[in-house]
Nanobody, 115 residues
Framework: QVQLVESGGGLVQPGGSLRLSCTAS????????MNWYRQAPGKQRELVAH???????NYAEDVKGRFTISRDNAKKMVYLQMNSLKPEDTAVYYC?????????WGQGTQVTVSS
C-alpha cells in the first residue's frame, strides 16, 4: 500500500530555516506529482507547494521566494526547504500525492515558528 512518511519538523525562531522530507513507498514515485499541504490551528488545510513528475513547481503566494520544493526520484523522496520562516508558517505540514480528495497523506510533521 502507499505510504508517505514526513520528517524534519520542529521549533525554529522567526527568520530561521527548516527542511522537511517525505519518503514514499508503494507507488511508482517518478510518475506522480507530489504536494506539501499545511494546516494551522483553526484553519483549513491549504496547498503550500506542488511539484510535477517532470519537476515543474508551483507555490502558494505567501511562500513564494521563501520555500522550495524538490524531489529525488531515485530515493523516492520529496523535500520542502523553508527559509525566512514566519510565525504564520506554524502548522502541521503534510506530504500528499493524488490531491486533497482522493489522494494519499502522510501523518504530518509539526512546524512551530516562535521566539
Amino acid at each position: 500500500q502507499v505510504q508517505l512518511v514526513e520528517s524534519g519538523g520542529g521549533l525554529v525562531q522567526p527568520g530561521g530555516s527548516l527542511r522537511l522530507s517525505c519518503t514514499a513507498s508503494g507507488i511508482m514515485f517518478n510518475i506522480y506529482a507530489m504536494n506539501w499541504y499545511r494546516q494551522a490551528p483553526g484553519k483549513q488545510r491549504e496547498l503550500v507547494a506542488h511539484i510535477s513528475s517532470g519537476g515543474t513547481t508551483n507555490y502558494a503566494e505567501d511562500v513564494k521566494g521563501r520555500f522550495t520544493i524538490s524531489r529525488d526520484n531515485a530515493k523516492k523522496m520529496v523535500y520542502l526547504q523553508m527559509n525566512s520562516l514566519k510565525p504564520e508558517d506554524t502548522a502541521v505540514y503534510y506530504c500528499n500525492t493524488g490531491g486533497p480528495t482522493f489522494g494519499y497523506w502522510g501523518q504530518g510533521t509539526q512546524v512551530t515558528v516562535s521566539s
